[in-house]
């Protein structure tokens, strides 16, 4: 095809060019500008005019920058070929990866010295032939970075190496992708600060046009520093300017952002598992109340307030540093023992669903599991490719129940059932009383992610062993942060097996019926030893510091969104260029009601929904087809890129993106091509975003 240009469709503030972060000018933004059509399926082409302008991405899909720069720092047994970066995505090994043999573990260790050099070292258990360790360790002959303004060096760092050539790359990227083990680029800025101290990261230009610049100022001004090494007295200059930048902005965040100083991460991981499980325990009116007993909502200047577990957390003065406890009253969801120990936090929404699945693996092991409903893709790619093999019951409706009951169940024991609360992006609502009665009569575990949803609005742990869900989204809501959490209901049956593969590793958790048995559970998160355990705290303490912050204002930000969805989405259902529209009020009314939040307060198990408690993502199809979706997209002006749940409203081509090398597959299941995704934002002028959608359809030029 040809060249993309960089037109940056839309118009006004929304016009961001390709390649720039969402939201812009941010280090750490986990979305990208893709403004047109034509830059989707270039992005999933490969096209490198495209590739190269990116400044952020999905950090799944697209490593950070600063992640690609530690790679290239690291070591290459000698046995291996060399480590690369900067050539292409596919070539970059991922690091601090949980792969499913149990030696490559990565783990966080500190010590009072920075990271200044790095060796190989030998696994603790055999190696797969296709990789190798690498373990960097500190030494003491350079002064740690002020405590302060970084969080404390590491001490080991570990790393799986992945041969270049054959199918290493690819195999890689998978694994990154698929089970979420990612890297965090703010531990990568991190560690590449430690192992290279005064080498500033490359930023947004990326390292190809780093390259460039380098290229094009020669050899002058370059003095010899060292056998081997050269430093350029510029680039020394910038370095300093940079790292001082870096110090100054965190200093800001931390005393006028409201974030926590960084040796507090600890706490700020706590406050976050006490807020989880704080808004799963009720139905979000005590924060509500206690609020109002305080004298504001979540936020102004005389202070804010927090739901932070069974209580509410007022902060006084505003700078994060003096929170008190405020008691808050109110009826219960039906898992009132709910607290922060049965929260588990991990890197990302996948990774959380990847400890899911090995913890189903560990208590049923050897059996097959069901996806019930269309998926976000890596959810059905790991049943598939990581387990016992997967019965997928796409459609996830009356006749999958059917099916599920008639044939499956009556013919052979399954592990679990997987699915999503509603799905992502056709917005169904699966029927969660029959899921948990199938269960409990045929003794699997039913695990649900609760993403699109969001805590607030619905309460899907009473009927679920497992929640899991994406921090990342609207929990988080600034696009600038990745998290994910696992919620054991301590409520389940299965409670017992959950939290002891989850804390030990240990799986002797079924009689010869398959059904659960009672295992004492473990005190704390003390890990036995020898054991293997299925989850590993592995959120770095720098984002659990600004996904703190971030959250604060969760439940406030999800009340507007919902409000602006439900808008936008009976505007869209009932304009004549649109084809249809997927919404819990127009796709699964009675199944989204069954476990609104509000209906389990008030017990209207059956009535619809008020319009304000379906969450704030829409999908949308146009008379048409793709011709006219790419019309309508081009002319959309909202911030257009992957990921969901920010606080602004953010548009994609979802097929295009999540399944373009299996389109017609997809589309067998309603996931058509021309598909678009919308996740609507918290603008304070709702009439105005609904305008702006107007223009798109009117300016489309679809003649329907």
């Known amino acids: 095809m040809a060249t993309p240009t960089r037109n940056h469709g839309g118009g006004g503030e929304y016009a961001l060019p390709l390649g720039e972060s969402i939201p812009p000018d941010t280090p750490h933004a986990v979305s990208v500008s893709l403004p047109l059509w034509e830059h989707n399926i270039a992005y999933e082409e490969g096209d490198p005019n495209v590739h190269a302008l990116l400044k952020s991405g999905y950090p799944r899909f697209v490593y950070h920058h600063a992640v690609k720069q530690r790679a290239s720092t690291l070591p290459s047994p000698a046995s291996r070929d060399p480590i690369t970066s900067g050539r292409s995505l596919s070539s970059v090994p991922p690091l601090d990866a949980v792969p499913p043999q149990p030696h490559a573990k990565a783990a ?10 790095a060796r190989a070292c030998p696994p603790r258990r055999a190696c797969p032939p296709a990789c190798a360790c690498a373990a960097a360790r500190s030494s003491p002959t350079r002064p740690p970075p002020p405590p302060r303004l970084r969080p404390p060096p590491l001490d080991v760092l570990h790393a799986v190496v992945f041969p270049s050539h054959a199918n290493g790359p690819a195999l890689a990227k998978q694994y990154w992708q698929h089970t979420g083990a990612i890297v965090s680029s703010r531990f990568a800025e991190h560690a590449l600060e430690l192992l290279l101290p005064g080498r500033r990261t490359v930023g947004y230009e990326g390292a190809a046009a780093a390259a460039a610049k380098r290229k094009r100022r020669g050899r002058g001004g370059v003095v010899k520093g060292g056998p081997g090494k050269e430093h350029d007295a510029e680039r020394d200059e910038k370095d300093a300017e940079a790292r001082a930048g870096r110090e100054a902005a965190q200093f800001v965040e931390e005393r006028f952002g409201r974030n926590w100083d960084v040796r507090r991460a600890e706490e700020a991981k706590l406050a976050l598992r006490r807020r989880v499980a704080g808004v799963m325990g009720d139905a979000g009116r005590r924060a509500v109340a206690a609020a109002a007993a305080v004298g504001g909502l979540y936020g102004g200047d005389e202070g804010d307030v927090e739901d932070d577990g069974d209580a509410l957390m007022y902060d006084a003065d505003g700078d994060g ?12 969801r039906g898992v009132d023992q709910l607290n922060e120990s049965h929260v588990y936090l991990t890197s990302c929404g996948m990774a959380a669903i990847y400890n899911a699945f090995r913890v189903v693996r560990a208590l049923r092991p050897g ?6 409903g269309f998926p976000y893709l890596d959810t059905l790619k790991i049943q598939e490719k990581f387990g016992s093999g997967c019965h997928f019951l796409g459609h996830g409706d009356e006749r999958d129940l059917a099916q599920l009951e008639n044939e499956i169940l009556s013919t052979q024991r399954i592990a679990a059932v997987f699915c999503e609360f509603p799905s992502n992006p056709l917005l169904r609502s699966p029927d969660l009383s029959r899921l948990r009665a199938l269960a409990d009569a045929h003794g ?6 609760e993403t699109v949803g969001n805590f607030v609005n619905v309460s899907v742990l009473p009927h679920a062993d497992i929640v899991v869900s994406s921090l990342t989204k609207v929990f988080s809501g600034d696009c600038n942060v990745m998290g994910g959490c696992l919620v054991a209901n301590p409520a389940s049956l299965w409670y017992a097996g959950v939290a002891e593969a989850l804390d030990r590793g240990t799986v002797a958790t079924t009689d010869g019926d398959g059904d659960p048995q009672t295992v004492p559970p473990s005190s704390g998160r003390a890990t036995a030893a020898g054991s293997d355990p299925r989850w590993e705290d592995l959120m770095y303490g720098e984002d659990a510091v600004f996904l703190e912050r971030n959250s604060r204002s969760f439940v406030r930000r999800i009340e507007r969104i919902n ?6 989405a009976r505007f869209l259902h009932a304009h004549p260029r649109v084809e249809s529209v997927h919404y819990p009020l127009f796709t699964t009314p009675d199944a989204a009601a069954a476990a609104s939040s509000e209906s389990e307060m008030e017990a209207e198990s059956t009535a619809a929904v008020p319009v304000d408690r379906h969450g704030g993502l829409l999908s949308v199809t146009l008379r048409g087809g793709e011709a006219a979706a790419a019309r309508f997209y081009d002319r959309l002006a909202v911030y257009k890129g992957p990921s969901l749940g920010t606080s602004f409203t953010l548009a994609s081509p979802y097929a295009l993106l999540a399944h373009y090398g299996e389109l017609e597959w997809a589309a067998r299941y309603g996931v058509q091509r021309g598909l678009v995704r919308i996740s609507v934002g918290m603008e304070e002028d709702v009439d105005a975003l609904v305008e702006r959608f107007r223009r798109a359809l009117d300016d489309s030029g679809n003649d329907c």
């Open 108 to 117: 966080e260790h500190r010590s009072p010295q920075p990271i200044t050099r």
């Open 321 to 332: 540093n003096n929170i008190n406890a405020v008691s808050a009253k109110g009826p219960c």
């Open 367 to 372: 059996l097959k599991t069901v996806q019930f």
């Open 444 to 449: 699997f575990l039913l695990v649900v992610d």
């Open 563 to 568: 409000r602006n969805a439900a808008a936008l």
